[in-house]
Nanobody, 112 residues
């Protein structure tokens, strides 16, 4: 079974940047990839997705600040997060599919 491993989370101050990485144990070439996040007491929400053709989709809350990109030669999808805000604090999950496969999540905490 394909596994996804996220990394790159941490504690940063508002306005700073982080880059999340998600490495798949199998080829990502034929799959859409995405990032989702979940804050305490809230449902998991879409952050960004990228199709196999390279088309991207972003949540309104992160448009212009976050960028999703992939390197299929490394079976890796990235999420570049700039101008981070306190409200971006969440556990970020990598997703691959269909069918949907999830990583274990990485914590991002943004402080004032």
């Amino acid at each position: 079974q394909v596994q996804l491993v996220e990394s790159g989370g941490g504690l940063v101050q508002a306005g700073e940047s982080l880059r999340l990485s998600c490495v798949a144990s199998a080829s990502t070439f034929d799959y859409a990839m995405g990032w989702f996040r979940q804050s305490p007491g809230k449902q998991r929400e879409l952050v960004a997705t990228q199709t196999t053709g390279g088309s991207t989709n972003y949540a309104d809350a992160v448009k212009g600040r976050f960028t999703i990109f992939r390197d299929n030669s490394k079976n890796t999808v990235y999420l570049q997060m700039d101008s981070l805000r306190i409200e971006d604090t969440a556990v970020y999950y990598c997703n691959m599919g269909p069918p949907p496969i999830w990583g274990q999540g990485t914590q991002v905490t943004v402080s004032s």
